[in-house]
């Protein structure tokens, strides 16, 4: 018995210590623009969808979606021993696919802080082989300010949040009790808007009263917090 129980604990220990030679570092923008510029071929890989790197990716990177069901076979064609950078578009994936290759023994994975969308807000460039769009800043002011209050739903269809989110929005939405017209954007159409708004992560809440900003929130919120969130920053 003892015997099993040393040759068990032997094996947790070199499990542990495969596992700890594979290092994910998670860094900014700016930082991993620096990363990615510093060697002339870099393992730069974009795990969104196809249509997503189509409206902006980063120059150089390929497209492996995480979703995918040949993700793990595609990048066993890189070199496990050199870095490997990930990003998606607002981290989610890109969390999960630096994970994997973790567990792929890739050593060096440097994971890029709110994705594209933070590249974005720091104003870095992208290639695009789609013309961004969606609506203008300046059509963005005349919605919001229709209504005496307006709250704003930043969204993506691939945010697990945004869908949890989504019914009791579309609920709110419709009831007139609240006295609050509620608008859903998809970042993904929006995204220079989203960009000029400084929208950093989703979900994304800004609640306007007659076309000024009084309240924003950064991610999950339940049904009854919002409610009273929107009740509290109400003015006469």
Known sequence: MFKLLKVLSLGL?????????AQVKKVPAATFKTAIESGEQPQLIDVRTPEEFAKGHLNQAQNINWNDD???????KLDKNQPVYVYCQG????ASAAARLAELGFKNIVDMEGGVMAWRVAGLPLEETLQAGGMSPEAYQELVGKHKYVLVDFYAEWCGPCKKMKPYLEKMAKD?????EIIRLDVDEHNRLATFLGVEG?????MYQSGTEVWQHLGYIE??????ALADHKKP
Not at 13 to 21: F, P
Not at 70 to 76: E, K
Request: glycine letters at 8%.
């Open 202 to 206: 989703l979900p994304t809440l800004k």
């Open 223 to 228: 049904e009854q917090q919002l409610k009273k």
């Open 176 to 180: 007139k009790k609240l006295g609050i």
């Open 70 to 76: 040949d993700f793990n076979s595609r990048v066993a």
């Open 13 to 21: 220990l070199l499990l542990m210590s495969c596992r700890s030679s």
């Open 91 to 94: 981290g989610g994936r890109s």
